[in-house]
């Protein structure tokens, strides 16, 4: 399966961006959708997930700001940031976790900068 990640750019605090991660391949194995972020000297960190059964999980950070959410038919995993911070300043990656090998797949990631 290949992910590629867009959407990413410059906002302003307080304004909002939408990511789009769209999956192409065998779908099939699918389990959880995930979006990652890595800030400059700073390591990878899970920001939001969604199970197969369309539960969303956010880091703390991002909560209540951040919403994930997938379109089946679009093959597409989205990560809508709404009330955006300095500090959401990142390089955001997908990732896929399927059940059968490999179990993990990437995007090639997307840099969002927030700054006035």
């Known amino acids: 399966v290949q992910l590629q990640a867009s959407g990413g750019g410059l906002v302003e605090p307080g304004g909002s961006l939408r990511l789009a991660c769209v999956v192409r391949g065998d779908r099939s194995n699918i389990k959880v959708m995930e979006w990652h972020r890595q800030a400059p000297g700073k390591e990878r960190e899970l920001v939001a997930f969604v199970n197969s059964g369309g539960l969303p999980n956010y880091a703390d950070s991002v909560k209540g700001r951040f919403t994930i959410s997938r379109d089946n038919a679009k093959s597409t995993l989205y990560l809508q940031m709404n009330k955006v911070k300095p500090e959401d300043t990142a390089v955001y990656y997908c990732?896929?976790?399927?059940?059968?090998?490999?179990?993990?797949?990437w995007g090639q990631g997307t840099l969002v900068t927030v700054s006035s």
């Open positions: 990732r896929a976790i399927r059940s059968a090998i490999p179990f993990y797949s």
